[in-house]
DNA sequence: CTGGGGAGGGGGCCC
DNA sequence: CGGGCCCCCTCCCCA
């Protein structure tokens, strides 16, 4: 026979514990702040206390105290409130930080409410603002934004999906952040430059979905936390699919009975989109190009060239740069440009490279032909066809041919003779790629 | 320091 | 829905 209520009792009884100091033999000091609580509750909410506590207790049997200065004390209170009772009070100003330390304390429970949250507000936030161009809404009650920003998670309400709630303040705080960090440990946050890429397009999404709700993390610490990438994507899909299943219509736009989408009546003829990212406030038509579009996000790059390693997010990238960089498709002399055919130029290959050089620039630069076993390189040298485990499919053999052309060194340059007739291209790249 | 070109990467869209 | 093409933008290297 099981009582219902024990769970609830139990965590009451504790959180009442902790806030009279009864047997709390721990405490957290976060920006002199101190906070009193019980290590065996610590230590079965968080991750980071699990790692820290199980760590202490082997070293010592002093009281415990950690110290943090990630976060700010309001941060941990609410985080703390939600250990001790299964509520989080969640709200436009707080959410991000709350988000950011659930992270460093590697509270999956927390970071997932927040991310509900977040995307729930940018639903909201688009309602709102559909509201307010069309000023014809007939669901205004629904959208009700007064509703107490409170999650119940974990012990209280495992099973409720919980939705977010807007604060009035929300609009505010969305303009000052840019971007989510993998909020998971695993998580692997994209490449600096494609952040800083991301956040340059982002103002050209804005064009479309206004006003910016992109949603910025700051890292704990500044830790960048080490990547799954496949299990981010999987989750991004998820979302985006959500989403889009949900609610994902752009401002103007709603979905008619199937999936099809009506445009109503907008100053700007934007154009029927209708699958918007959760990481950013792009917005796209098909699903397909969705999907695409995360990759950019979760940094996945599932198709390695087998030439020289070089990964990319998309198979038409890799087939561009393997005929660019490894079959010298263009019929330019790189040294003078001009065109070049089989007749007038050659291809030279300068480690897993090739290019191509007229006749007169072979000659200036001294390098005579040299035999090259062109049929085994072609074998070797050719894009993987969407290789999500990243292992090439190679022959032991086959790659053995690969690891003495890469170990052929970039400075040896090798002459072949040019032997490209369209047919001969068509070859090359075809069976490869698909 | 600057401009040009190559390469990579992202979006739109056709097939 | 995936493949692939085109276009555009950014970064980086080099002259």
New binding site residues.
């Given amino acids: 026979m099981e009582i219902s209520s024990h769970q609830s009792h139990l965590l009451q009884q504790l959180n009442e514990q902790r806030r009279q100091d009864v047997f709390c033999d721990c405490s957290i000091l976060v920006e002199g702040k101190v906070f009193k609580a019980h290590r065996n509750v610590l230590f079965a909410s968080s991750g980071y206390f699990k790692m820290l506590l199980s760590q202490s207790s082997k070293e010592t049997s002093q009281p415990a105290t950690a110290t943090f200065q990630a976060f700010s004390p309001d941060t941990f209170t609410v985080i703390l409130d939600f250990v001790y009772s299964g509520k989080l009070s969640l709200t436009g100003q707080n959410v991000i930080e709350v988000m950011s330390a659930a992270s460093f304390l590697q509270m999956t429970d927390v970071i997932s409410v927040c991310k509900t949250f977040i995307k729930s507000s940018l639903d909201i936030s688009e309602k709102e603002k559909d509201r307010y161009f069309s000023l014809s809404d007939k669901d205004t009650s629904s959208n009700g934004v007064e509703r107490p920003p409170f999650y119940g998670s974990g012990w209280q309400e495992e099973s409720a999906s919980p939705r977010a709630h807007l604060s009035p303040d929300h609009g505010k705080l969305w303009n000052k952040y840019s971007y989510p960090a993998a909020p998971q440990r695993n998580t692997q946050p994209?490449?600096a430059?494609?952040q800083?890429?991301?956040a340059?397009?982002k103002t050209?999404?804005l064009r479309?979905s206004q006003p910016p709700q992109a949603v910025h993390l700051k890292s704990a610490q500044g830790e960048a936390r080490p990547s799954d990438s496949s299990n981010h994507a999987a989750q991004s899909e998820e979302q985006a699919q959500t989403d889009a299943e949900i609610d994902s219509a752009p401002a103007g736009c709603q979905y008619g009975q199937g999936s099809d989408v009506t445009c109503r009546s907008f100053p700007d003829d934007l154009?029927r989109?209708r699958f918007r990212?959760p990481y950013?406030t792009?917005?796209?038509?098909?699903?397909?190009?969705l999907?695409?579009?995360?990759?950019?996000?979760t940094?996945e790059?599932p198709y390695p060239?087998q030439a020289?390693g070089?990964?990319?997010?998309?198979?038409?990238?890799?087939?561009?740069?393997f005929?660019?960089?490894h079959q010298a498709c263009?019929l330019?002399c790189?040294k003078c440009?001009r065109h070049v055919t089989d007749l007038t130029g050659q291809v030279v290959q300068e480690g897993t490279?090739r290019?191509r050089l007229c006749n007169e620039c072979l000659a200036e630069v001294g390098i005579d032909s040299l035999p090259v076993d062109l049929e085994a390189e072609q074998h070797s040298m050719s894009p993987a066809?969407?290789d999500k485990d990243s292992r090439w499919h190679l022959s032991e053999e086959e790659n053995r041919s690969y690891v003495e052309i890469v170990e052929d060194g970039s400075s040896d340059l090798v002459i072949k003779q040019v032997e490209d007739s369209e047919e001969e291209e068509e070859k090359e790249?075809?069976p490869n790629?698909?």
């Fill in positions: 994209p490449l430059s494609e800083r890429k991301d340059i397009k050209k999404h479309l154009p989109l990212c950013c792009h917005v796209v038509k098909r699903k397909a190009d999907k695409r579009h995360l990759r950019c996000h940094g790059r060239c020289c070089k990964r990319f997010s998309r198979l038409d990238h890799l087939s561009s740069h005929r660019t960089i263009k330019i790189r440009k490279r290019y066809d969407g790249i075809k790629i698909r």
